[in-house]
């Protein structure tokens, strides 16, 4: 996240006016005739509130605002869901189809102060509308302002919108500073963790970007067990723009993933934004609590799953020095959508926002998109080409992986740095007739190590993206059956020790943190409570009996 400092910055968080509607045929043009009959927090799922819990429809949050009379502003938006329309005095300013993506809207100036700003959002599945998410997704799709909104005062003249720093050598100390718009013949000032600026003019830019080189002398590169974080500051004599950023570098070689030269082996799990009462929504409290809870398992990994993670969460992996795989939206897609221009089209904006909102993170290692989509078939090449591209071009100095459940049917491996499988052997076991199926676990994963040695691709690291059993919270079984509390236990024990001894395996995401909502329909048969139960933890937080095996492994660790 950025600072402004010459920008009057006010949070837009609180209590507003709201309105849910499921009339189908509302449109735009009812925007000024809503009778507002309740309140409502922000930021907030509506669907997660006690009188609209599992309704779909219009949610409208309305409240006033003040931008000085004849003064430009925008709006940042953290995350909206599913999609959105933003309304100031009644006239559409931006609309938002990308559920999880920060993004901003332009107020232009008017010759008054007050203001109403109407945020309308949905939740109805509609593909021709929003073809990111569909009911099919194995998380419920929850609708509402998700996350933190700030207003924004501009400057009069020339504004800093985005900043980016990349490592270009984490022992000298040198960086590649990034920064736009710029014009030729900027005047820039440029300082470091507060120190005194030095000042640079502008002699050509790429586009409307500025790019410069400079060495740090004193520091320290950013890990897990030193998250050493710095400040950049720029400044063009109207606007001032600043960032924090870690000196590191990431690598995969030999199988291996490298940081900072060094070979460190993935512990995790992945991770639903998710709470019964919140849904996406989670304060902040829960979100240090959540990275707690993890570290107390021995976690140095996270994989943000399935969307883009709150800005917050990500600042606090930074500063706990967690590694972090993030993805953009994608689930379980086929070659309709990988065929669909429309599709494609949005996927490469939704990720494009990605790189470009959590581009200084220096806990974010991997990118990634379309988990478990269709990649088993020779149709959706062109779709995964083009975000590999993206993701080449936008943000070279991260890893690029997508996480597979075609394991050895899969057809594009060789685009990716890093090769993740999500493998379920002993809970969708392939011997429906054996009476307890976890000496399945070890043989699969061989199964997958044996095929990317005979493919030629032992050299990129292996992740396990996802693994795991579900378990019921305070079911206990005597004869460890599914669901049971014990049946998790030894499944994961299982899976960490060999995780933990193969020099093959280069990481881990436990599927899952905690459990999650999701079928709400007859998809709900296999999800009992219409639940993902397969959490360490319960929705509550709640450890089951899986989650001190786990810590006793990870903890014992030794690199």
């Not at 950049?232 to 001032?240: F, K, L, P, R």
């Not at 512990?267 to 609590?289: K, V």
């Not at 020099?503 to 999650?516: N, P």
């Amino acid at each position: 996240m950025y600072s402004f400092s010459k920008r009057n910055s006010e949070s837009l968080n609180g209590i507003w006016d709201f309105k849910f509607n499921d009339d189908h045929n509302w449109n735009d043009e009812n925007i000024g005739s809503i009778n507002y009959d309740d309140r409502i927090t922000v930021p907030s799922a509506f669907d997660a509130m006690p009188a609209y819990n599992g309704k779909r429809g219009v949610g409208f949050y309305r409240r006033c605002i003040n931008v000085p009379s004849g003064r430009r502003a925008k709006i940042n938006f953290n995350a909206v869901g599913m999609y959105a329309k933003i309304f100031i005095d009644g006239r559409k300013v931006g609309e938002q189809y990308a559920a999880y993506t920060p993004f901003s809207v332009n107020i232009p100036a008017e010759d008054r102060e007050k203001r109403e700003l109407v945020v309308m959002t949905c939740n109805r599945f509609d593909y021709e509308i929003y073809p990111l998410h569909e009911i099919f997704f194995d998380f419920y799709a929850y609708g509402g302002i998700f996350r933190d909104i700030e207003l924004q005062v501009l400057p009069d003249g020339d504004t800093l919108d985005w900043l980016g720093v990349d490592t270009l050598d984490y022992r000298s100390g040198e960086i590649k500073v990034r920064v736009k718009p710029v014009k030729p013949g900027n005047v820039l000032k440029i300082s470091f963790d507060g120190e005194t600026p030095e000042t640079l003019t502008v002699d050509k830019v790429s586009g409307n970007e500025f790019v410069f080189k400079h060495q740090l002398a004193d520091f320290t590169p950013w890990s897990p067990e030193l998250p050493e974080l710095h400040t950049v500051c720029v400044d063009n004599g109207t606007d001032s723009i600043s960032t924090r950023f870690g000196i590191r570098q990431v690598a995969a070689q030999n199988g291996k993933i490298l940081l900072n030269g060094k070979a460190v082996k993935l512990l995790g799990y992945c991770r639903h934004e998710a709470h019964p009462q919140y849904g996406p929504a989670l304060p902040l409290s829960q979100l240090i609590a959540d990275l707690q809870l993890l570290r107390g398992l021995g976690c140095n990994f996270v994989r943000g799953s399935h969307y883009q993670q709150d800005p917050r969460f990500l600042e606090l992996c930074d500063e706990m020095g967690f590694l972090v795989f993030e993805e953009s939206m994608g689930w379980g897609q086929s070659v309709k959508h990988f065929t669909d221009p429309v599709f494609i089209e949005a996927q490469i904006k939704q990720t494009a926002a990605m790189i470009e909102t959590s581009y200084n993170h220096p806990s974010v290692i991997m990118r990634g998109f379309l988990n478990e989509g269709e990649s088993d078939k020779e149709e959706s090449r062109g779709c995964y080409e083009a975000l590999v591209k993206l993701l080449k071009a936008k943000d070279p100095h991260r890893l690029i992986t997508y996480a597979s459940n075609r394991e050895e049917r899969d057809l594009f491996l060789e685009m990716v740095d890093v090769i993740c499988f999500n493998i379920y052997p002993a809970w969708y076991s392939e011997n429906r007739s054996n009476e307890s199926p976890l000496d399945e676990i070890i043989p699969r994963i061989h199964r997958n190590i044996n095929h990317l040695k005979e493919r030629g691709l032992a050299d990129k690291p292996y992740i396990i993206s996802e693994i795991g059993a579900g378990a019921i919270y305070g079911w206990r079984d005597p004869i460890c059956a599914y669901w049971s509390e014990e049946y998790q236990r030894e499944y994961l024990s299982i899976t960490c020790k060999e995780v933990l001894d193969n020099d093959a395996i280069a990481g881990v995401a436990l599927w899952q943190f905690c459990d999650c909502r999701t079928y709400r329909g007859s998809g709900a048969l296999g999800r009992p409570r219409s639940f993902n139960n397969k959490g360490t933890f319960d929705e509550y937080r709640r450890p089951k009996l899986a989650a001190e095996a786990v810590a006793n492994l990870f903890k014992g660790y030794k690199k």
